[in-house]
Nanobody, 120 residues
Framework: VQLQASGGGLVQAGGSLRLSCAAS????????MGWYRQAPGKQRELVAT???????NYATSLKGRFTISRDNAKKTVYLQMNSLKPEDTGTYYC???????????????WGQGTLVTVSS
């Protein structure tokens, strides 16, 4: 089971990026999915989460600029980032709470991270 994140890159301030993260492997079910980020020298922080039913939760400071969504059939979570600022620079990690068997407990799985760099 793995999560593969993509879509990061270099963008100018004010620009947009769309991140994707696809789960693959033997998966019975996926509960919450989410995005976190870690800026250089700082702790990892929550960006946004989304339940399997589509309920979302955002870091307060990012509401209105970032939008999380998911495609359950594709086992993929997305993060649309608009009006990017230099302080949004960091490595973005996706996370999914998954069961690999019907009898398994729910475990957290993390993607490898995708780097977002916003230039001023």
């Amino acid at each position: 089971v793995q999560l593969q994140a993509s879509g990061g890159g270099l963008v100018q301030a004010g620009g947009s990026l769309r991140l994707s993260c696809a789960a693959s492997g033997s998966i019975f079910s996926i509960n919450d999915m989410g995005w976190y980020r870690q800026a250089p020298g700082k702790q990892r922080e929550l960006v946004a989460t989304i339940t399997s039913g589509g309920d979302t939760n955002y870091a307060t400071s990012l509401k209105g600029r970032f939008t999380i969504s998911r495609d359950n059939a594709k086992k993929t979570v997305y993060l649309q980032m608009n009006s990017l600022k230099p302080e949004d620079t960091g490595t973005y990690y996706c996370k999914a709470d998954m069961k690999i068997r019907y009898y398994s407990i729910v475990n957290d799985y993390w993607g490898q991270g995708t780097l977002v760099t916003v230039s001023s």
